[in-house]
């Protein structure tokens, strides 16, 4: 059902990769609303639009392009500007290949035009000067290899508007632009060319921490949050010393990410791609001076996380990312950084190839089979009536989706749910999202990225991904106001919310959203516990 490397590969689904027309076309950010106020940051004077009660700061700089001998390198500020530069407009993403996203989400992707100046942000508050709102940055799915800050239902508006928080969107560097490990094949030169798109990501948190105050944000209250690849972006920040302090408080939804790509594996790669521009590892520097249309074409399949051989993700350098992810010194990091985890429960519904029309029994016997590898008949046989136990009425092709997804998503959250609640230095707290989407005749269920337009309570936003149903506004109230009070205090409990108790390895205690939320200790514990030992045994 899915590769275990792959959960953060929708650059996956291209069929064939191609340069899109996201290189030619204009930026595609609406610009309605009236000019709004000055605000001053560190590299200059920017103005941003009025849009109904919040003012919209969009394409603002945190970072110098990382275009020709910038290429591959930690990022620089930003240049300083004279006069007010207008921010009315999203600024460019990274250049990538095709993502291949479902119609659904391909709806809500603005796609911006590409370039290699792309270490912008964008800034929602509803007034400007010393107002200490909690401040909320959202890292933006797509893996490590493609997508933006700019999709439709990431537009902080709402939250700012409805919550009085500021928000933050980031973008950064990707795939061979942000991911490429040259540190030990490109000599001194480029021994600190590792990293460099999480790099973006802490000068982005730099460039928070030094110009939230003007926005009417606290910095001493920053809480990073992200879904899939955002996830994982927030899993790596906890695990890095330079990211120590720039926040407080973490949201990861879908997955989390455990470890990281190892040295030789990620030279390998560099040497692999540097190959396919039919260079030598003596010859970055001719890569630096290639068109970066040649370098997204060189990237093939390779593009994508989950290539057996070319991994472009976070690296254990051993210095910028010190260990893998849940290694006793990276979780000392940040044992005092209260969390929320969580995952839906038909995740993989959003992948391709996945079943989603109804199936007899042999075809899901087979199937599940094929998902835990080294397990009998008998064990598959035992799995699917501990899966019946817990849901009665439960469909075939329901059972397969959502042990699909248990066995891959819902498992690393789990896992770090325990690690977290084991350091006892700062809650988690975990849910499950199990709201099943109308559109597509419902067959996509509780798919992989539903729950963003509820936590961004951007329901209009969301109509192709979520439909126009008449139970959207409650769950979006009860989710998006969850997480503005963990922003704003550490805990997710409010008032429209029942009682949310903190995760622990003996209760367990689980946050079910849904038309009707509620709380249940160790929901499917008992056939999660027999799909986890089978896994292991595998």
Not at 20 to 39: D, F, K, Q, S
Not at 207 to 229: E, L, Y
Not at 522 to 531: Q, S, V
Request: include cysteine; hydrophobic fraction near 40%; proline fraction near 6%.
């Amino acid at each position: 059902m899915m590769n275990r490397r792959s959960f953060l590969g929708f650059g996956a689904l291209a069929s064939g990769i191609l340069v899109t027309n996201r290189l030619r076309n204009p930026l595609a950010a609406a610009a309605e609303g009236t000019p709004g106020e000055i605000v001053e940051t560190n590299a200059g004077k920017i103005l941003g639009l009025q849009q109904g009660g919040v003012l919209a700061f969009r394409g603002v700089p945190y970072g110098a392009s990382t275009e020709g001998s910038s290429r591959f390198m930690p990022p620089v500020k930003a240049r300083a500007w004279t006069g007010v530069r207008e921010t009315f407009e999203l600024g460019p993403r990274c250049p990538q290949v095709a993502s291949g996203l479902i119609p659904e989400v391909a709806a809500v992707d603005r796609s911006e035009i590409m370039s290699e100046d792309c270490l912008v942000l964008n800034v929602w508050t509803t007034s400007v000067g010393n107002q200490n709102r909690p401040v909320m940055v959202w890292l933006h799915g797509g893996g490590y290899s493609v997508g933006s800050a700019g999709f439709t239902i990431y537009d902080g508006a709402n939250l700012a508007r409805k919550h009085d928080v500021v928000v933050v969107g980031v973008n950064h560097r990707l795939n061979v632009f942000g991911f490429l490990y040259l540190a030990e094949i490109g000599g001194e030169k480029y021994a600190r060319s590792s990293n460099v798109g999480m790099l973006d990501i802490v000068a982005a948190l730099e460039w928070v921490r030094d110009n939230i105050t003007a926005f009417g944000g606290d910095p001493k209250n920053v809480t990073v949050f992200g879904q899939s690849g955002g996830a994982g972006k927030v899993s790596t920040l906890m695990a890095m010393p330079s990211a120590k302090g720039l926040f407080h408080r973490a949201i990861i939804e879908s997955r989390p990410v455990d470890k990281g790509v190892p040295r030789g594996e990620a030279s390998q790669a560099g040497e692999e791609y540097l190959a396919r521009l039919g260079l030598k590892p003596n010859q970055i520097d001719q890569a630096q001076k290639l068109p970066m249309e040649q370098l997204v074409t060189a990237m093939g399949a390779g593009g994508i996380p989950g290539n057996p051989t070319l991994r472009l993700e976070p690296t254990v350098d051993g210095h910028l990312l010190a260990s893998d992810l849940f290694d006793p010194k990276s979780t000392e990091l940040s044992a005092d950084v209260p969390l929320i985890a969580g995952s839906a429960e038909t995740e993989v519904a959003f992948f391709p190839n996945q079943q989603l029309d109804p199936i007899d029994d042999a075809k899901l016997h087979q199937k599940i089979k094929q998902i835990l590898a080294k397990a009998d008949d008998a064990q598959v046989h035992r799995l699917i009536g501990a899966y019946r136990k817990g849901r009665p009425s439960i469909a075939n092709t329901d059972l397969l989706l959502i042990l699909a997804s248990d066995a891959s998503f819902r498992k690393s959250v789990i896992t770090e749910a325990d690690h977290k609640s084991a350091s006892g230095k700062a809650p988690v707290f975990l849910y499950y999202f199990t709201w099943h989407s109308p559109v597509r005749d419902g067959k996509l269920r509780s798919f992989h990225t539903l729950e963003i337009p509820f936590v961004f309570d951007n329901l209009e936003a969301g109509v192709p991904m979520i439909g126009s149903g008449p139970d959207r506004g409650a769950l979006a109230g009860r989710i998006s106001s969850a997480w503005v009070a963990f922003a704003r205090a550490g805990n997710p409990n409010h008032a429209g919310l029942c009682h949310w108790p903190a995760f622990n390895s003996t209760e367990r205690a689980t946050m079910i959203f849904n038309t009707e939320c509620q709380v249940a200790n160790d929901p499917n514990g008992e056939e999660l516990k027999f799909l986890y030992s089978l896994l292991a045994n595998g």
